[in-house]
């Protein structure tokens, strides 16, 4: 053992040898513990002398003669108090390291012999030593401009876990991979995967569901690790193998020309509150990762999980940096989307930040300078920053804004065409003041955190009683509308109506500016059975049925020729906001049935808008109906030479609801065109 060196942090393989770096400010003692391959027991365990093994607050040793593959821990010694919690009984894991061993299996609660609770005391994860090399050929990351992106949020293990995925390897990367033709041919140019990162899905505190079955940390919000990918995610999933397989994969979906883009938690991590496990931070440094009360020690709670990463302290600040250089540089991720990102600006003490540095410096770090970065823009103690998170021009930001405007409207609201307006248009009133463009937002009207797309028309309430909380979690004001029954309806006429409301939400999804982004399965009619909160079902809940692609293949060949038709048009995918005097280009003017006359009444539920003025693409007159009547529209004059062709109208069967290229219909000249009750329609100047 030798004095090693303080950088960088976490294991290094080096000539003859593996250096160890930790952080821990205020531990008295650090000892490095080595395993070997499925030992629990330690096989040498090194107490490091800080006259000659520290420097500053770093802890370090250079081994000699170990090689990748080595299992590792730290235990830490420390006074006791309000604010530490050291405990040397227990083996930390590294917060840097890049695997975790000893949780391989999903689901599975792993226990040592004769131990009855293996988080409290002992961890079974151990950190491991893993060699970043992988042949990545001529691969780096896409830098597909943002305004040009249609983005999938998708679960890794969800997406092919049920068996009529067809998929060799289910709820796995390799899983992920045999679905790429799949996503090639539906268009969509990025996958946003919920969490990928080591997590403990084997929560102690979830309930019992009342099927008496255990719930799981399905979506995976409960970070133990932000370096190591999820080892149960992946078929190879010992040693580097979960490493390699990542690779494997977001190489595969590159050379499909989809970007991968990574939901990453900041916020919080897995160790809870003061009755919660300890795996890293906790034993090494409470006071310093956690914001906490300096009087009685208590965890402050934003994230709703039990406590709150302390972002801005330099050391945390250093921490996250790292890990986002890691992914981009090490593992070729192309973005990312920071849940509860408002927690990423508050200070030390927990209030809110006017110049966060910790978003400042990812804004303008050089390494992620082409990264796309999207910020929840909400915590969950209240605060609420869509369209004021602190940006410096660099963060888009799910707008959460347009999922309720145009779930209001498309229920058919009043007062709701203004804000149709303003959202279809790319959402000015929350990004042009801050120097930002329409493609800064991320539009979406579903997410993995509600109901979906079929749910959404077929639910006013929420039915959450699997989940084992009396029906009490979840979110209450959803903005939907079950079409006149609550559930699956034997009604013919109400499940064309729900299947026009599917429709109408694409449509106006995808023909906005700004950045479209789908929940994996909407396109064929996906249900979480009323369910708006499905953390913690891993089951056919979550899991995407894709059985129901026969039944519902109209609306994926709707969703596909959307975004087909939104990539073929410039007009949709404006880059900036028009400055006062300038044309926009396109050209932006509203109209309702009289050409000319946008009715923003209260009680107008219906608008028009022209995209025009583009030499680059052709007029787009799009028209959206939410009155429970039939309009008649007024058409935009053309020149002699051009005639409106209709491209979409949802008020029609397949396949004349949307029309291949080449095959739209010619509408007679100069006759206004009738929308039928809750529709949307498009039309195509040629």
């Not at 602190?390 to 145009?406: I, K, Q, S, V």
């Amino acid at each position: 053992i030798r004095r090693g060196s303080p950088i960088p942090l976490g294991s290094t393989i080096r000539r003859g040898g593996i250096n160890f770096a930790i952080f821990s400010r205020d531990a008295s003692a650090v000892t490095l513990v080595l395993f070997t391959p499925g030992d629990y027991e330690s096989l040498l365990e090194f107490p490091l002398d800080a006259r000659y093994h520290k420097t500053g607050d770093i802890w370090h040793a250079f081994i000699v003669g170990i090689d990748p593959g080595i299992r590792y821990g730290y235990r830490a010694y420390g006074d006791e108090s309000r604010l530490h919690r050291f405990n040397p009984e227990i083996v930390l894991l590294d917060p840097y390291a890049k695997a975790y061993s000893g949780a391989p299996r999903w689901g599975k609660l792993y226990h040592r012999k004769g131990q009855q609770d293996q988080q409290r005391i002992n961890n079974i994860r151990r950190s491991l030593v893993v060699e970043d090399d992988f042949e990545w050929g001529h691969d780096r990351p896409l830098n597909i401009p943002l305004h040009d992106s249609v983005i999938y949020e998708v679960h890794v293990r969800g997406f092919t876990r049920h068996f009529s995925s067809g998929a060799q390897h289910p709820g796995t990367f390799k899983g992920l991979i045999e679905k790429i033709p799949y996503l090639k041919s539906l268009g969509i140019t990025a996958v946003e995967l919920l969490p990928i990162n080591e997590f403990e899905e084997m929560e102690e505190n979830l309930v019992r569901s009342t099927t008496g079955n255990r719930l799981l940390n399905y979506w995976g919000y409960n970070s133990i690790g932000f370096f190591a990918p999820k080892a149960s995610y992946a078929v190879d999933n010992m040693n580097d193998g979960p490493v390699r397989e990542f690779k494997t994969m977001v190489k595969a979906m590159h050379e499909a020309g989809i970007e991968v883009i990574l939901d990453i938690v900041f916020n919080h991590t897995a160790e809870g509150n003061e009755c919660g496990p300890t795996y890293s931070f906790k034993g090494l440094d409470n006071s310093v990762y956690y914001i906490l009360d300096p009087r009685t020690g208590r965890y402050h709670n934003y994230s709703g999980c039990g406590n709150t990463l302390n972002c801005n302290h330099p050391v945390v600040r250093d921490m996250i940096l790292d890990c986002l250089r890691y992914w981009v540089t090490e593992m070729h991720v192309d973005g990312f989307r920071f849940d509860l990102a408002s927690i990423l600006g508050r200070g030390r003490d927990g209030s809110v930040l006017a110049n966060p540095p910790l978003i400042e410096r990812i804004a303008y770090d050089p390494v992620l300078a082409h990264t796309k970065l999207i910020a929840e823009a909400w915590d969950a103690a209240g605060l609420y920053q869509v369209g004021s998170f602190p940006a410096w021009g660099r963060w888009a930001e799910w707008n959460g804004r347009f999922r309720d405007d145009l779930r209001k409207f498309l229920r058919g609201d009043p007062g709701m065409v203004r804000a149709l307006s303003t959202r279809l248009s790319g959402s000015s009133d929350l990004y042009q003041g801050s120097g930002r463009a329409p493609f800064h937002s991320i539009n979406f009207v579903t997410s993995h955190d509600g109901f979906t797309l079929h749910d959404l028309v077929s639910y006013n309430q929420k039915h959450n009683l699997a989940n084992g909380e009396d029906n009490h979690d979840g979110a209450n004001d959803n903005f939907s509308w079950n079409c006149g029954v609550e559930g699956p309806a034997n009604d013919a006429e109400i499940n064309r109506l729900r299947r026009r409301q599917m429709k109408n939400f694409a449509a106006l999804l995808l023909l906005s500016h700004g950045v479209p982004m789908i929940l994996a399965g909407d396109e064929i009619g996906r249900t979480q059975r009323g369910n708006n909160n499905a953390y913690c079902q891993d089951n056919e809940i979550s899991w995407l049925d894709w059985r129901r692609g026969e039944d519902y293949r109209d609306i994926q060949r709707f969703f596909t020729g959307l975004i087909r038709f939104r990539k073929e048009h410039p007009n949709l995918r404006r880059e900036q906001f028009s400055e006062e005097g300038e044309w926009e280009c396109p050209r932006i003017s509203w109209h309702g049935p009289s050409f000319g006359q946008p009715d923003w009444s209260y009680e107008s539920r219906s608008l028009a808008l022209l995209l025009s003025n583009n030499p680059e693409d052709q007029d787009i007159y799009i028209i959206a109906n939410a009155y429970w009547e039939a309009l008649s529209f007024g058409l935009p004059p053309l020149p002699e030479e051009r005639q409106w062709r209709r491209v979409v109208d949802t008020f029609l069967g397949p396949p004349e609801d949307i029309c291949e290229p080449g095959k739209e219909v010619e509408l007679p000249d100069d006759r206004p065109y009738t929308v039928g009750p809750r529709s949307v329609v498009v039309l195509l100047a040629m």
